[in-house]
Structures are given as C-alpha cells and as structure tokens.
C-alpha cells in the first residue's frame, strides 16, 4: 500500500526519456561530497601563471592539469592587451541592446573576421552552449536545411550541452541517442526516415573524436545533416586552427554546423557557429532562443577575440601548436593510454572505480599535481578515471613528474 | 489522400505541446522580413554615447530608444577601469577549469561582495539564461526545494529564457502555463497539487510587473515556490539596487530563487542567482546543467562588476535612480501609457498591428529616434506596438522630441 505522500510524488513524476535527475544525484552526489571534503573541488585559486593554481583556501600550490587553455593564449599579453583596447577605444562593455536589432559594430567586424580565417559564415554568440540550444530545435523543426524536420540522432558520448536539448528537440521531431561513432545505425535511421541529424562532438571531451569519413559518405548518400561542437580542437588543429573537423573539410556544405567554444584553445570567451550559408544568420537571430536573446559576448572578449585571431594568422600558432603536440607525444610515449596518437590533448587513466578516481586525484594533490576525477555522468556508471589535459605551456619535466608520480600511486593503490 | 512525403513529414511531428516553432516563424518571420528590409534591424552601430548610434551600413546618427542600458552604468568610466585593472592584475581572461572544480579569486571575491551587497547567498553565472536553463529542472525534479518532485507553473508573459525550458522541466513534473499574475489559478493549483512552483519575471520585459504581495501570502499559505527573473529592475530599484522583488523581501526563503542578468541596469555582464540557502550553491555546480559546465564570467566581466558593486555601495547609485525615475515620471506625464505610474523604465506604445508597428519605426528612424517595433511572440498575434525604453542619460528636451515625433506620426497613420 503506498502512502498519500508516495501516491502524489508518484502523480507529478514527468516520464523520464531523456534525463534522470533522480538517478543521477543519486549515483554521483556522494562522489562529489567526498570530494568536496577531501578539498579537491569547489576551491578558489590565483594563477601567477596556466601552471600554477594557488589556492586561496589553503595556500597550495599545485601544477595544473586539468585546465583547457590549451594555448595558453588565455593569458598572451597580446589578448590581454586587445580586451583592455578594445574597452579604451569603445569605452563601453557593451551596446545593451538585442543582436537582432543592432550588433557593435566591434562584433560585426569581429563576425567577419571569423568568416575568413576559418572559410566559413561565423555567427558569434554569448556561449557555445547557447548557440546549441538556440539551433538544435530549429534544426529538428525543419527550419535550418531543405525538406522539413529532421529525426535527431545524438551520439551517446556527445557533450552535456547538446543532449540537454534533446527533451526541447522532441518537442518538434523524434529524437534517438546512438552508439558512440556507430555508422550502421546511423545509415538504417537514413533509410528509414527521408530527413536524419546526427548530433556529436569533433574532438570529445574525454578523448577520441568522430567518425568523420563515414559521417561525411552517409551525408553525400543520404543528405544526412551533420552537427559537431569542435570546442576541442579549436586553435589547436588546422593551418589556421580551424579544428579538426573544419580542417577535414573542403567548404562549409547548408548540411553542417560546426560550433566551437573560444573559452578553451582559443583563449578568450563566448562561442562561435561556423556555417555553410549567410542568410541562415539573421534567422538565428530572430528565431534561434538564446541566439535571439539579448545577451552576446562583451566588448573586451571581442577585443581579445579579434587579437587572438591575429595570433591564428601569424606563424606563432604552429609554434604553439608543434609545442603542444610535442607534448602530446611525450605524454603518449611515456604513459599509453586509450587514446595515444590521436593528437589531441585529452587523456583519460582509468581507475578502478569512482571513489578510487577520488583517491587518486587526493594523493596526486598531495604531491602538487592538479587533476580533475571523472566519474559517472561524465563516465560511465560505476567507473572512474583522471583526466590529464595536455597544454603547451608544461615542459617534459612537469610532465616526466607527473607520471611518476600518478604510477607510483596507481602501483601502492 | 495524403502524398508519401505528406505522412513522412507527419510521422516525424513532435508533439509541440510546448512549442510550435512552424507557427512562431509563420507568423513573424515576414514582419522581420519587412524590419530588415527596411533596414530597421541587423544593423551594426558604433555608439560615442549610449543615447548616440551611428549606424555602420548608413553613416546615419540616431537617438537610442531601445537600450537597456538604464543608469548607463555600461559606459561608467570606473566600470571600464574595473574592467581594465582585473586584466592587467590577474593577465588572464580565466582560469580554464570547470567551475565546479576551481574558480578564480576574483570571481569568489565578486561572489562574496554580491551576497553582502544584496543580502542573499549569489551564485554567479555566464549568462542570466543559463542560470535559468540549469536550475529550472532540479527545481521540477525536487531537488531545490524540500518534499519532492513540484509542479511548475509559468506565468505566461514570463521570459523566454524561462518558458524555453519547459519542455525539459516536463521530463520531470507536470507543467503548466497561467494566465499572467493570475492569483486564483495559483492558489487553485496549490490547493490540487502538494508542491507547486511559480515562474514569472520580477519585472517584465514588456513592461509590468510581478503581484508580490498576493504570491508570497500563497507561499506562507501553501508553500509555493517562488523562481522570479528580475533583470529589468535589478540596479535601478532598492536602496542598494537590489531590485524591485528582493527590495520587497525582509529575507531570502529557501523557497524563493531570484535571478537577474548584469548587462542591464548594471551595466557588465553575466548573471547573478539570489538564494536563500549556502548549500545550495555546489549542489548547482554539481548538476545544474549550464550552471555545471566550463562556463563562467570571464575576468574583465567580473573585474567591471566588482567596480559596478563599488557604485552600487555609494551615493552615487541613488542620484542615478533619480535621474531615471524623474525621466519615466516625464515620459508618464507628457505620454501617459498603460503602465505609467509603476516607475519602472519599460512602456509600449500601442499600435493596429505587427506592420503597423514597423511602419511607425521607420518614420521614426527617419525622424532619428531608434526604438523596436516589437511583434508576436513578444505581444500577443496580430498586435504590435513600440517598445520605449528610458535611461537615466535621456534628457528631457531628448524624451519630448521623441513624443512630439511618435504623436505626430500615429495622427498621421
């Protein structure tokens, strides 16, 4: 017999298809309460440089890796200098009125020279995330490519920020998740409905990257629209920093969107969506949600923006980045892990389980390393990993230490 | 009979239960059409003044009707500087780590001095949208609040960036949309459901505002919770600029969540969430979505609020609420409109119809007063009206000039 209580909770309960809070909190809050005591997450820090965090709480200091300034150009003087520019010369931080209607003329120069240092129509908008929010459901509604609404097919492994638009997107067509890079299923959705999207990352967020070759055949068979967040590959692959998937590309078809944070490699803030058409840019900007909002990034983010580019154009970025793949392949030689020799910057040392992961993220902390614990929803349930993030910035020694140090500690665990 | 394509476009149909973005573009898109056409909208302006845009396609100089910019705390030359000194301080756009893990000082330092300012525990975030987008759902799947799963009412006029999320939050509890202030079919729905949530904006963006005073008696009657976005107000109203519903509150509830955006009357940008309760803070850095992922203000962001919190705190703050205040007490006089007297900077201006509205836009224009025809989804279909936005910076010879040129145009239509 259930309780009036239970029979009420059990009333309002939502169906559940494509998020489980309950379950999630359920299996992983534990796992950040322990580490939350043990000070491995929720701290403040200085940073005299992407090196060194210095904690506030306790006076630490520790050697980072688990930072995504890749670059480093977060901190280039020149960034530095085109964000205070950029506010010197336009003395505001913003226009204070919506994209759609008038844009700073500071963005739209911006916006320009995105499109030609990356070969493509680039809108800017205030995160990556808020241009995926904003585009998915006018993609599943039919609205963004030829023929109407699209069945919506998201890689399992694809980023938070685009499956936590699936329950919106399904308001508008049906919506699959797949197999990560699993090509067959994604051709029997294209013979079975007149219209797919596949919804994935470029470089993944924990490592290894799309299956670009098939994807690119099953859209020349089938017309399938192929959408990818690159936020990390960015800056680091391509002549230009393009990314790894734009790179790959020949141009921009009306059947890709390629969007990329510039919080990560890139250095600075906000987000960009590379595009195969101009006038899909102005529609975003009355239909797209966030995207329409009045909310874009601020003037000094465009002025380190439009100096981080600069850097993009110069010879500097293949110095920085040949650093950091050689750092990269000193990482992969030293300690091979799954994704060794992919090129990208993105590590994971399995553990045993999640509170393991935690463990060892404390003892490398004692001994002055800075990782993140991955556990459950970011890996599977019930595993457990450290993530290393590979920067241009550290030097073999930095990482010769750390993988002594993470080796002597996986060995005594 | 229906054609093959026919029934494959319906098979793929979502239930749009929460949506019909068919319909939204249906509707307005040929009215933004005509807006564009006319070179209303899409534009690109440098701006030596927030009451001067020079638009970049025309070389035309017009006065800014439209900005949100209210006490034109953007273009505040401490603001700027506070920008400036946090970049060569801490030379970094940000630190490049998840949020969760580790935030730079200054963005805890910021954190800390809101929640003295504002007298509530603040939670920063990269956009007042993604605040939103993050908490909505825990609060549906009852983990903001004690007792469980709650069901969520929208007020109906309540911001996009609110109702954008309901199908997300319908994967978790039951969602309805009220007619807007409607007092009865709250309490009708408290008296039905165990745990209800109201969500509604502080003060509207289409002028209007919140029946405090009605929905806190519910909360104390019934325990309904209260999730408010008071962008429009934040800065220009309360003694310390707290805005027009915190202003209202002895405390903050545990049940009572306030969320406002800073590229308003404040003047930066990024978002702030007032809450009652500490704890509540990582346990939003944990799961709440966009709250959760590597996204933050950036430095010279929270480097200018830090400075805006400074006016804030002195008597500056009041001697620009004045200044707006005798500018909306002006307007109400010479051009008195459906919320004159609620001292609040946001009046439409009705007219026949969406055209209508453009139409009158453009004679305005012509005339050099920049204002937003504003059409459905913003007002109901079919109506259209101007949306008047004053500033503490208006003078008054600017605000009659504008009325003479409105009245003489609509007598003229």
């Known amino acids: 017999m259930t309780t009036n209580v239970e029979s009420a909770h059990h009333d309002v309960a939502g169906p559940r298809r494509y ?3 309950d379950k999630m909190i ?6 950040w309460l322990n580490a939350s005591d043990r000070r491995l997450i929720n701290l403040h820090a200085d940073a005299p440089s992407n090196n060194t965090y210095v904690v506030r709480e306790t006076g630490q200091e520790v ?3 688990c930072s995504f300034a890749y670059l480093g150009l977060n901190t280039h003087p020149k960034v530095i200098e085109g964000a205070v520019d950029a506010l010197q010369e336009t003395k505001t931080m913003g226009l204070g009125v919506g994209n759609a209607r008038v844009r700073h003329s500071l963005l739209g120069r911006m916006e320009e020279e995105f499109s030609d240092l990356f070969g493509a129509h680039v809108m800017a908008g205030v995160t990556c995330s808020a241009l995926s929010a904003g585009i998915l459901p006018l ?16 890689d399992r492994f694809c980023h938070f920020s685009m499956a936590y638009m699936k329950p919106v ?11 990560h890079n699993d090509l067959n299923y994604l051709e029997d959705m294209c013979r079975k409905y007149p219209r797919v999207a596949y919804i994935a990352d470029g470089a993944y967020s924990m490592g290894g990257d799309a299956a670009l070759e098939g994807l690119l055949e099953l859209q020349n068979r089938y017309g399938l629209f192929l959408y990818f967040d690159d936020s990390h590959s960015l800056s680091i692959v391509g002549e230009r920093g393009e990314g790894m998937t734009r790179s790959q590309l020949p141009q921009m078809s009306p059947l890709t969107i390629i969007v990329a944070s510039l919080n990560k490699g890139f250095g600075t803030g906000g987000g960009i969506a590379m595009l195969g058409q101009r006038r899909i ?3 975003f900007q009355h239909h797209a949600g966030p995207v329409a909002w009045s909310q874009n990034m601020e003037i000094p983010v465009v002025g380190a923006s439009l100096a981080s580019i600069k850097i993009h154009r110069s010879s500097e970025l293949g ?12 990482f992969d030689r030293i300690l091979p892990t799954r994704f060794a020799g992919n090129g990208l ?7 045993a389980g999640p509170f393991e992961a935690v463990n060892t993220a404390a003892a490398l902390f004692e001994r002055g390393f800075y990782n993140s614990a991955v556990f459950f929803p970011i890996v599977a349930r019930g595993e457990g990993g450290i993530r290393v993030m590979l920067r241009a910035e550290l030097t073999e020694e930095q990482i010769a230490g750390f993988v002594d140090a993470i080796q002597e500690i996986l060995a005594s665990l």
Chains 1, 2 share one sequence.
């Not at 359920?26 to 796992?31: L, M, N, T, W």
């Not at 997107?169 to 197999?179: D, H, I, M, Y």
């Not at 910057?345 to 553990?351: E, G, L, Q």
């Open 345 to 351: 910057p993105i590590r994971i040392i399995d553990v």
């Open 319 to 330: 110095e920085l980045q040949r650093k950091l793949q050689r750092n990269i392949d000193y």
């Open 63 to 65: 050697l980072s890796l």
């Open 26 to 31: 359920e299996f992983c809050e534990p796992v």
């Open 281 to 283: 840019i102005d529609f």
């Open 139 to 154: 993609l599943a509604a039919g609205h963004v490519a030829e023929g109407g609404r699209r069945v919506m097919v998201f």
């Open 19 to 21: 998020r489980n809070t």
């Open 169 to 179: 997107c399904a308001e508008e067509s049906p919506v699959f998740t797949c197999n």
